[in-house]
């Protein structure tokens, strides 16, 4: 899985989006899409043509903005503001250009969700929708791809496990859901919501799927850097092990990404507002000659080394063993194998036994280590 933005992020050369004239016949892939993000994308299916990728926009094109739903004043910033209702259609259609136009470029978008951080006002580029304007935007572009024959399909939210602390935004996707209910055009391709971990608890996933066990999750951003010891391995594999991956998939997700994939040794690029005091999973040190990988990196490669696409989560059995400090996942994957990766958070190597029912073996799991481990 592979995360892109629909338009500017915090990590773009500048701040654009695909339309910034206004009329959608002005609609382009800028630069940074087509000498940069293509490319490096068409690598990435070559390699595996299975990848998926999602995309969200930070912002829509400013002419589409307004500064509030009771004025209506036009609102010309990259930075917060809300969707003119009365362009609800044109932003859909631009959606719809951007998933045809990547197309042309042999690329398919798996799916999008409507807005980045919807309840962010500030970042580089943003825009605010609260849940009933979300609601009523999805209900547009769900229909516009429909129309269109596209598949594409559409989480919604995309932000924190605490709504950023906003009472009337809780439950958003729930919110959301209920607002659209189940007949609408296009309702097939409203497959779950997307949820960051900048605040509050991944409980909040497991409350979110007891609402709607229909609806899919996805854990789709996460970040390390200055603050959070984001390039000292013994402060953070374990941390991120546990909250990011096993924490996310044990509750319910499908996908788990981390935001961003690689930045150079100035933690760039990166625009102003948005994180400049972030690490990659991996960091590029004097134009590639050095590499250097960041628990990011490690706790996806340890999910990745065992843990096929398609995979289906399984129940598991503890014993004696389990505890505070084990944390752990277990999965079957399409071509029968079986694998398991556990994490060991205590100041103790923990030696466990797995079993299948009809296999086992030992593993011993280092203190402040993980072990991924498969068979058949």
């Not at 209506?72 to 719809?96: E, I, K």
């Not at 559409?154 to 009337?168: E, G, S, T």
């Not at 999973?281 to 990011?296: E, G």
């Amino acid at each position: 899985y592979a995360r892109i933005s629909i338009g500017c992020n915090d990590f773009s050369s500048t701040e654009y989006s695909l339309c910034d004239s206004k009329g959608l016949e002005n609609f382009a892939l800028h630069n940074d899409e087509t000498k940069y993000v293509i490319p490096i994308i068409k690598e990435g299916l070559a390699i595996n043509p299975k990848l998926k990728i999602i995309a969200a926009p930070w912002t829509c094109p400013k002419w589409m903005k307004v500064k509030d739903l009771t004025t209506m004043a036009a609102f010309d910033s990259w930075t917060d503001g809300h969707l003119n209702p009365n362009y609800r259609a044109d932003y859909a259609q631009y959606f719809v250009k951007f998933v045809q136009a990547m197309k042309t470029q042999g690329i398919d978008i798996y799916a999008v969700s409507p807005q980045n951080e919807p309840l962010n006002r500030a970042n580089c580029a943003s825009l605010y929708m609260p849940w009933d304007e979300e609601a009523a935007f999805v209900r547009e572009l769900a229909a516009a791809f429909d129309k269109n024959g596209i598949k594409t399909k559409i989480y919604v939210f995309d932000h924190n496990y605490n709504y950023d602390n906003i009472a009337d935004q809780e439950d958003y996707p729930i919110k959301v859901y209920n607002a659209l209910g189940n007949s609408f055009e296009g309702s097939e391709l409203v497959v779950g919501a997307a949820y960051h971990d900048y605040g509050g608890a991944n409980t909040e996933l497991t409350d979110i799927h007891a609402q709607a066990s229909d609806k899919e999750l996805i854990f789709s951003e996460s970040s390390i850097g200055t603050w959070n010891n984001g390039r000292d391995l013994s402060k953070r594999l374990v941390a991120d092990m546990r909250n990011v991956t096993l924490g996310t998939v044990n509750q319910w997700c499908k996908a788990v990404l981390v935001w961003n994939l690689m930045l150079d040794e100035k933690m760039g690029p990166n625009l102003d507002g948005g994180c400049q005091t972030c690490y990659g999973a991996v960091d590029i040190f004097d134009n590639y000659k050095t590499l250097r990988y960041n628990s990011h990196y490690y706790v996806i490669a340890h999910m990745a080394a065992v843990v096929r696409p398609g995979a289906v989560r399984l129940g598991v059995a503890p014993r004696s063993y389990a505890g505070a400090d084990v944390v752990y996942s277990a999965f079957l994957n399409p071509d029968g194998s079986k694998a398991v990766v556990l994490l060991n958070s205590g100041d103790y190597d923990f030696i466990v036994t797995v079993s299948d029912g009809n296999d086992n073996f030992r593993v011993t799991v280092p203190a402040q280590g993980v072990v991924s481990s498969t068979w058949k």
